[in-house]
């Protein structure tokens, strides 16, 4: 039987759009831990809570860091 057309499916080396579907919801979960790892670990940090941790939308008041008052 001869082929009318040959169609290929679109990819980036060995990754198909198929794969990336797949994939998803197991890479989300990975970079929310991972994010959240960063979070643990670097909440330390004096510059990381100034410029990352309390900009946070919702939980960032957590990690404010107050400013001493000084004498004028």
């Known amino acids: 039987m001869p082929v009318k057309q040959i169609i290929s499916n679109p990819h980036?080396?060995?990754?198909?759009?198929?794969?990336?579907?797949?994939?998803?919801?197991?890479?989300?979960?990975?970079g929310a831990a991972a994010g959240s790892a960063v979070a643990l670990l670097g909440s330390d940090v004096p510059l990381v809570k100034k410029d990352i941790l309390s900009n946070?939308?919702?939980?960032?008041?957590?990690?404010?860091?107050?400013?001493p008052a000084q004498d004028e």
Do not use: C, D, H, N
């Open 56 to 67: 946070i939308p919702i939980v960032g008041g957590y990690w404010a860091i107050e400013q």
């Open 12 to 30: 980036f080396g060995m990754f198909t759009p198929e794969k990336l579907i797949r994939a998803a919801p197991s890479l989300a979960i990975w």
